[in-house]
């Protein structure tokens, strides 16, 4: 695995940063909080997981299912390091790419707000920082495109503006590959900037507490939303 700075990764005035041993460990931290992948399901607005789903996994009413043997996420965690390659040569100079594997960030002023990123960086001129975020997706259905030309989809766009919650953090860089098929894939990479999207921060963040506030810390049901395909 590259190794990168990784000064970004301590405790600092707004956030904390919780290291583990393995990847198995990270997966029993990241229960206690909602993460940059649980954000869309706490709002309703996540394709695969109801909000009903995941207060069940927060209250310990069911364990999330094994998909360490499936064979697009096995493809996703292998090429993760190989697409934060790309990003640093393609922003050589720019920007400067913090990771550290294994990872949750912990947001001070909101403790229950935690994200984990696939790299912290920061800009060489500025000094800004901002999150990384690596993808790899199969958009085969013309429908799957739309929600990838010139945006992204729904719940990782979600989930970044969470990653900012937790790190107030300037920008997000979302490199994603995609797979078109066995002969052709495409990199991108989106850039979102904070100020353009101050009224959806406090959307997500209002919307993620409320949900663990008035349904996980209370052990109510919340009402089931269908989600959005």
């Given at each position: 695995m590259?190794?990168?700075?990784?000064?970004?990764?301590?405790?600092?005035?707004?956030?904390?940063?919780h290291?583990?041993?393995?990847r198995?460990e990270?997966?029993?931290?990241?229960?206690?909080?909602i993460?940059?992948?649980?954000?869309?399901a706490a709002i309703?607005?996540?394709p695969?997981?109801?909000?009903l789903e995941?207060?069940q996994?927060?209250t310990?009413?069911?364990?999330a299912?094994?998909?360490?043997?499936n064979?697009?996420?096995?493809?996703?965690?292998?090429?993760?390091?190989h697409?934060?390659?790309l990003?640093?040569?393609?922003?050589k100079?720019?920007v400067?790419?913090?990771?550290m594997?294994?990872?949750?960030l912990?947001?001070?002023?909101?403790p229950?707000?935690?994200?984990?990123p696939d790299?912290?960086?920061q800009e060489?001129d500025?000094?800004r920082c901002?999150?990384?975020?690596?993808?790899?997706?199969?958009p085969i259905?013309s429908l799957?495109r739309?929600?990838?030309?010139d945006q992204?989809?729904e719940?990782?766009?979600?989930?970044?503006?969470?990653?900012?919650n937790?790190?107030g953090?300037?920008f997000?860089d979302?490199?994603a590959?995609?797979?078109?098929?066995?002969?052709?894939?495409q990199?991108?990479?989106?850039?979102?900037?904070?100020?353009?999207?101050?009224?959806?921060?406090?959307?997500?963040?209002?919307?993620?507490?409320?949900f663990?506030?008035k349904?996980?810390?209370?052990d109510?049901?919340?009402?089931l939303?269908?989600p959005?395909?």
């Amino acid at each position: 695995m590259l190794r990168y700075k990784k000064s970004l990764y301590a405790d600092n005035s707004v956030y904390d940063v919780h290291k583990y041993k393995n990847r198995a460990e990270w997966l029993k931290g990241r229960v206690h909080g909602i993460g940059g992948s649980d954000a869309s399901a706490a709002i309703n607005r996540n394709p695969w997981r109801s909000n009903l789903e995941l207060w069940q996994l927060k209250t310990h009413r069911i364990k999330a299912p094994d998909i360490s043997n499936n064979e697009r996420v096995i493809y996703g965690q292998e090429a993760e390091d190989h697409i934060r390659r790309l990003y640093q040569l393609k922003r050589k100079g720019r920007v400067d790419v913090h990771y550290m594997p294994d990872v949750v960030l912990q947001n001070k002023a909101d403790p229950i707000l935690l994200y984990s990123p696939d790299g912290l960086l920061q800009e060489t001129d500025t000094g800004r920082c901002g999150i990384l975020e690596v993808k790899t997706a199969t958009p085969i259905m013309s429908l799957q495109r739309e929600k990838w030309k010139d945006q992204i989809p729904e719940n990782y766009f979600i989930q970044v503006l969470h990653g900012m919650n937790v790190t107030g953090f300037d920008f997000v860089d979302l490199i994603a590959e995609l797979t078109y098929d066995d002969d052709y894939s495409q990199l991108r990479i989106y850039h979102i900037e904070r100020s353009d999207v101050i009224g959806e921060l406090e959307y997500v963040k209002n919307g993620v507490l409320d949900f663990w506030n008035k349904y996980v810390q209370t052990d109510t049901e919340p009402p089931l939303y269908l989600p959005v395909i």
